[in-house]
């Protein structure tokens, strides 16, 4: 295959939403000329496709897999939550989240992988799912989380059936399976209702802390204290931001009273080995997508 430059390869994929090696291949053929490789794109039977990729997709699934040190997380998002709920699509991201245990954590290369039992890659079987199906269908992101000793535990909180948030966190331990599996689900649970966003106070980045100095020294300003004054209480009140925002402070949704950080101390001391969160990921379908307002005349 001739070479073609990645920025004409972007430039078709966003206009007809094929595959990136379909797109590769139509330009290819077409001598590097974008509107010949959209006609390509069409006598090749991939317009049906093409045609729904400019739609919006913020509904779909969320898919989690683990194989012991290793986990996966994926997001694939439809047009309506009506075709979450289809047998074959909710088998495709089933799939495609346990393919992901192999992967980079790099969507691309998920897209690349052969997809089992049917001959040809992933991305082929999203072109054929989104022509079977009738809607705009997108792999959007997956993560994979691996440790060298411990294991990777999963959540999926289900709506209606539907897999609207999962988690995957990592712990790291020479506990025994069953008792750190115990420790894994109850803190993916945990991460699941609470949605931290770091894990502990050292990886909160500077530029977040700065933001809220801000914000909370405009606040205590308005008390009319002092700078001095201003300055203890803005100190002060950063540990409620981290209560709300990071793992290990926050207070365990179960029992509503111990830390995170308590809660792993007291599991270590029983299960007579250390035992420490190194990551976790937390998604949520649709979240970061913009959705366009709703036609409420139409």
């Known amino acids: 295959m001739a070479e073609v430059p ?3 390869v972007k430039e078709l994929r966003e206009k007809t939403g094929a595959g990136m090696m379909d797109c590769k291949r139509a330009l290819a053929e077409s001598g590097s000329d974008v509107e010949a490789a959209v006609d390509w794109l069409r006598k090749k039977g991939l317009s049906a496709a093409a045609k729904k990729a400019g739609r919006v997709a913020a509904e779909g699934l969320i898919g989690v897999a683990t194989r012991g040190p290793v986990g996966a997380i994926v997001e694939v998002n439809s047009e309506t939550d009506f075709v979450a709920r289809n047998s074959e699509f909710q088998s495709f991201v089933q799939t ?38 009738g809607e705009n269908i997108v792999l959007r992101r997956i993560r994979r989380l691996s440790t060298g000793e411990g294991g990777v535990f999963s959540y999926v909180h289900n709506v209606q059936g539907i897999a609207k948030i999962g988690v995957l966190v990592v712990l790291g331990s020479t506990v025994s399976g069953e008792t750190l599996a115990a420790i894994g689900k109850q803190l993916a649970m945990h991460i699941a209702a609470a949605n931290p966003l770091y894990l502990d106070v050292a990886s909160v980045p500077e530029a977040a802390l700065d933001r809220e100095r801000d914000v909370l020294r405009e606040q205590a300003r308005a008390s009319g204290k002092p700078p001095a004054v201003v300055d203890k209480m803005v100190e002060g009140r950063l540990s409620k931001f981290h209560e709300e925002n990071v793992l290990l402070e926050q207070i365990f949704v179960v029992d509503q009273k111990s830390k995170i950080a308590k809660l792993l101390d007291l599991e270590s001391k029983a299960a007579g080995a250390p035992i420490r969160v190194e990551g976790f990921v937390r998604f949520a379908l649709g979240e970061g997508i913009e959705r366009p307002p709703a036609n409420t005349a139409a």
């Open 6 to 8: 990645a920025a004409l």
């Open 96 to 133: 495609l989240s346990r393919l992901a245990l192999d992967a980079d954590g790099d969507p691309e290369t998920l897209r690349k992988a052969e997809f089992p039992g049917s001959g040809h890659s992933v991305e082929e079987e999203l072109t054929r799912l989104i022509s079977t199906i």
